[in-house]
């Protein structure tokens, strides 16, 4: 395996009594694209929260390009299953927002990153009022902004229609290709076969195998 | 120092869009205020020497009220969509998310209390026999005072089931010491019975010491699961 660009070590995550990761110890290389499966409630959603450092590690550690995962934050793109965007904003407004707080200047990059994921920037709308595959799909511009090495990318296929996960798979594929690591938590792995490099299955808060292909050993 | 003053310029002026396009804020605050100055003065009738007495705690009151109802909005915009958490993976510094939620109530409880001043001055027949001039920083102060604990405490309830009654229960008894400020500083200039100095010299620390710990300790409550 290539230099670990992430490591995860003895990672467990509780809440209260309920432990959702128990003991999670993993190496990812760069500039790959990994998918994460596994049936409701094996992990993936808290293990992506926490290489986002959204959650804090009850116990173990995360090190991402050596850092913790909240100093690795520049480095690091997320998209949730919400949209993280402001309803009554339309998509380019939300996208200036969350540039100025990255510190990124007004030199286009905010449309730029709305083309990249097949939307108009002048589309005067507010988020609110887009489809489930158009507010996807902004979700992931906000994600790729400020051009992270890292991409998590928490279901961007639900409730979505079959042309706007094309788009995302196409453009995820291309963003692979250029060097970006991919990490997509998805219950629809049928998409990503011949486009994810290893997929990963979690259960009962546990890596418990890793393949390149879709069938399990 | 500059992007601190940037990213809260932003978050101000994005609140700021936000209130301005939707309205829930200032219209349930300003129906809740309306309500109150009306009602109370169809309960009492009282003589310009009384209103001068009871004037001072009844504004108060009314904007502490009607402040919670502004705290409580400033969060669950936030929470729809879970768009906090885009501000949490950012780099962005905790304290311009305070202090830009802070300055964004500080804004809309000033506007009430502008549009409102002259209902309850109307309404309660009063004029103030001391120096006038001394209301503005008691205002200020004031409500600087009840904006900056309530957006920490707003905050801190974001996630908990029952905010709308855990900001209450959580900001009034904290702000005892303010509202006491703000009333009596208020009577004083309203009745002409000496110097409002000392009230808002205590209103002026009062600031100060929250302030400085809300922002010392908010990474603390914006990072919390």
């Not at chain 1, 709308?125 to 996807?136: A, L």
Request: charged share 20%.
């Amino acid at each position: 395996m290539a230099v670990a660009l992430i490591a995860v070590n003895g990672l467990i995550k509780q809440f209260g009594r309920f432990a959702a990761l128990r003991g999670v110890t993993a190496e990812f290389a760069g500039g790959r694209f990994y998918a994460i499966l596994g049936d409701n409630g094996a992990g993936k959603t808290t293990l992506l929260r926490a290489l986002a450092g959204l959650a804090q590690p009850t116990r173990g550690t995360i090190s991402i390009l050596g850092k913790t995962a909240r100093a690795a934050c520049r480095d690091v793109g997320y998209m949730a299953h919400p949209s993280l965007l402001y309803d009554e904003m339309s998509g380019l407004e939300n996208l200036r927002y969350f540039a100025r707080l990255y510190d990124i200047a007004g030199d286009g990059r905010c449309e730029e990153a709305i083309r990249s994921v097949g939307l108009e920037p002048d589309l005067a709308r507010p988020v609110g009022q887009y489809s489930q595959g158009m507010r996807q799909r902004m979700s992931l511009a906000r994600a790729i902004l400020h051009d992270p090495k890292i991409l998590l990318l928490d279901e961007p296929f639900s409730n979505v229609d079959v042309h706007s996960a094309r788009v995302i798979v196409g453009l995820l594929k291309a963003m692979r290709d250029s060097g970006k690591t991919i990490f997509l938590v998805t219950h629809q792995a049928a998409l990503l076969e011949g486009v994810a490099d290893e997929f990963v299955w979690m259960q009962d808060g546990q890596i418990v195998d890793r393949g390149a292909g879709l069938s399990r050993e | 120092m500059s992007a601190l003053k940037s990213i809260t310029g932003a978050t101000l002026a994005k609140d700021i869009r936000l209130e301005w396009r939707s309205r829930d804020a200032i219209n349930s605050m300003l129906f809740f205020s309306l309500l109150v100055v009306v009602i109370f003065s169809f309960s009492f009738d009282p003589n310009a020497e009384e209103s001068r007495e009871i004037a001072a705690g009844l504004i108060w009151v009314a904007f502490l009220f009607a402040a919670v109802v502004a705290l409580n909005q400033t969060w669950a915009r936030e929470l729809r969509n879970q768009v906090l958490d885009a501000y949490r993976v950012s780099p962005a510094p905790a304290s311009s998310l305070f202090l830009a939620k802070a300055l964004g109530n500080f804004s809309l409880v000033s506007l009430l209390e502008a549009v409102m001043a002259p209902l309850f001055m109307i309404f309660y027949n009063l004029r103030a026999l001391g120096p006038a001039w001394q209301l503005i920083p008691v205002a200020v102060l004031g409500t600087w005072a009840l904006v900056v604990n309530g957006t920490f405490f707003a905050a801190m309830s974001l996630r908990t089931r029952s905010r709308e009654i855990m900001l209450p229960l959580l900001l009034f008894p904290i702000s005892i010491p303010a509202v006491q400020s703000m009333v009596e500083a208020t009577r004083v200039l309203l009745a002409g019975d000496g110097s409002a100095r000392f009230w808002l010299v205590l209103l002026l620390t009062y600031d100060v010491v929250f302030t400085t710990a809300c922002l010392a300790l908010f990474e603390t409550v914006l990072q919390a699961e």
